[in-house]
């Protein structure tokens, strides 16, 4: 059998941001219906006989938990998307919120099935249909512009980007990272992601991610390697010292604009001695990067837990619905995307 697996927050967030000047005749906001039921009627003529799911994030308890008992211990500075939480907040973001429930009615006359699941994220979700189902001769697509789901890519198990209207397979996805797709979360590990107020190691972007993890396969390699060489350089020199007093001289140096060099070195971090030693040119062989990838070797970890996807065993099966054609031909009158009436056999 063939699926569809629509990331809706994705998709009708996107919409409601490139149609934010579309409103029916009441004033009322019609950007997400109209983008959605857009993209929706493509799919259906695109993916011709492939069973359709939309599914709708809920909050991760697991994440969320995690990253707060992160900040308690002093590995990152703040929780889990926290930095999402705004006083002001866009009028399209504002719109989605409000016009979503109307949206999911709308999306269940056209007889699209949706889940949301309290706990779990919409990525959650779709990462347990595409491991529930990829076993079995199905094949599987993913739709969503979000690069976390390049970890799902498998054999059969493809991701359609909406936005750039581009199918990304496995070969495809393998041939041009020379990494595998479940490597991708090692990556995120060590860059982080600003998006999910993630954090990564400090000066890391997605090249140098890459190329360790091409290198060593996995974070805790790169980690292993990193330890073993600084190993060496401890038996050179064997003086350096780990204390408050090293620390509190780290918190001194500056950059050339004035800010800080190490604002998020902690007191309880190792190496903190290398790093005084690499400043004062007694250690010229050690990047940077590397010293901040072992001092903070725990949010790493923590990164890693936060980027991989959960995988949920109990999941209802995916059934179609009844569509309403009379309910969704007032729907689309209601908000003013009646042109989209023409297209009600596609569903």
Avoid at 93 to 107: C, H, N, S, T, V
Avoid at 166 to 175: A, F, G, P, R, V
Avoid at 189 to 218: E, Q, T, Y
Wanted: with cysteine; glycine share 6%.
């Amino acid at each position: 059998m063939k699926y569809l697996l629509i990331d809706g927050n994705n998709l009708a967030i996107r919409s409601a941001f490139a149609n934010s000047e579309l409103k029916n005749r009441d004033g009322i906001s019609t950007s997400i219906h109209y983008g959605v039921f857009q993209s929706l009627i493509n799919l259906k003529q695109k993916y011709l006989n492939y069973q359709m799911l939309l599914v709708w994030d809920g909050k991760s308890k697991r994440r969320i938990k995690e990253a707060l008992e992160g900040v308690e211990q002093g590995i990152i500075k703040s929780g889990y998307k926290a930095n999402r939480v705004k006083d002001v907040q866009p009028q399209p973001l504002l719109d989605f919120r409000e016009q979503a429930p109307y949206l999911k009615k709308g999306i269940e006359q056209a007889g699209i099935p949706q889940i949301r699941l309290y706990d779990f994220e919409a990525d959650d979700v779709i990462a347990s249909y595409c491991f529930k189902l990829k076993s079995g001769n199905n094949e599987i697509i993913a739709m969503t512009s979000d690069k976390d789901y390049y970890q799902l890519l498998d054999t059969n198990v493809d991701i359609w980007d909406g936005m750039k209207c581009k199918l990304t397979t496995k070969t495809e996805w393998e041939s041009e990272n020379k990494i595998t797709p479940s490597q991708y979360v090692d990556c995120g590990a060590l860059m982080g992601d600003v998006g999910d107020n993630i954090f990564g190691i400090p000066g890391w972007g997605d090249k140098g991610a890459f190329k360790a993890i091409r290198k060593h396969g996995s974070w805790e390699n790169v980690m292993v390697d990193f330890h073993k060489n600084f190993d060496s350089i401890r038996q050179k020199f064997p003086d350096l010292n780990e204390d408050e007093n090293e620390f509190k001289k780290l918190e001194n140096i500056k950059t050339k604009s004035g800010k800080q060099k190490y604002p998020e070195i902690k007191i309880d971090m190792p190496f903190t001695g290398v790093t005084l030693a690499v400043e004062n040119k007694q250690i010229k062989t050690i990047p940077k990067t590397t010293l901040m990838a072992l001092m903070m070797e725990k949010r790493v970890k923590l990164a890693y837990s936060l980027k991989k996807m959960d995988i949920i065993e109990d999941l209802p099966d995916i059934q179609d619905l009844i569509i309403n054609k009379d309910r969704l031909i007032e729907y689309f009158d209601y908000y003013d995307i009646k042109s989209f009436s023409d297209y009600i056999e596609v569903f």
